[in-house]
């Protein structure tokens, strides 16, 4: 079904919390998508996350599956070599493609640049960092990792790569490090492991 960072659209508003601020009516005016979340599972439900227009405006809700009426997930955003806009964000998005293609493994675009070219809304700016998801259900080496992490050094913007385990969510700056575990975002929340592919091949 539906993963992390996964971007989907329905009918959220129908299923606010009673309580949600002001801004989540109004940013849901655009008709914008929410993204997939980690949380324990609920039967017939997915959680999801909404964004405002700024960056303390977050809220997580859950909504129905039976609503979600269209889905993209991050693999289907990287075809960001035609944006039009003149920003760091969007150049290191090119260069990480470079690299990124070169492996052969499933990648894709998250966070603000991704929730830009899924809605058409203008969020990002030139400040923004570029988020990327590496799919990697296969064991990914330090060695490989560490050299992933030099080729995707980018001067025009921060680049923040998660691998996405059959443990979870992994950092890929803090697995191409020396630590002997590394935290892994689950569904049941943070843990730390030493190893996120433990009893896969």
């Known amino acids: 079904m539906y993963r992390p960072h996964d971007l989907l659209w329905g009918c959220a508003a129908w299923h606010l919390p009673e309580d949600a601020p002001a801004w989540c009516r109004t940013a849901l005016e655009a008709s914008p998508p929410v ?12 959680a999801v996350g909404l964004r405002g227009n700024s960056r303390g405006e977050r809220l997580g809700f859950w909504m129905p599956l039976a609503d979600v009426s ?3 997930m991050p693999e289907q955003l990287r075809a960001c070599g035609d944006r039009p806009r003149d920003l760091p964000v969007w150049h290191a998005a090119r260069q990480a493609r470079t690299v990124l293609e070169r492996i052969g493994l499933a990648w894709g675009i998250t966070g603000s640049a991704a929730f830009e070219l899924a809605s058409g809304q203008i969020v990002t700016h030139s400040g923004s ?9 296969r064991r990914l080496s330090r060695t490989l990792a560490q050299a992933l992490l030099q080729g995707l050094h980018s001067t025009a913007c921060r680049i923040d790569v998660q691998l996405q385990t059959p443990a979870g969510g992994v950092a890929l700056a803090e697995w191409a490090g020396q630590a002997v575990r590394v ?13 996120p592919w433990e009893g896969c091949p």
Do not use: F
């Open 35 to 46: 993204v997939v979340r980690r949380a324990p599972a609920r039967d017939g439900m997915v």
């Open 70 to 72: 269209r889905s993209l």
């Open 183 to 195: 935290m892994i975002k689950t569904s049941e929340g943070p843990r730390l492991s030493a190893d």
């Open 129 to 137: 960092d570029l988020d990327l998801l590496l799919r990697t259900e």
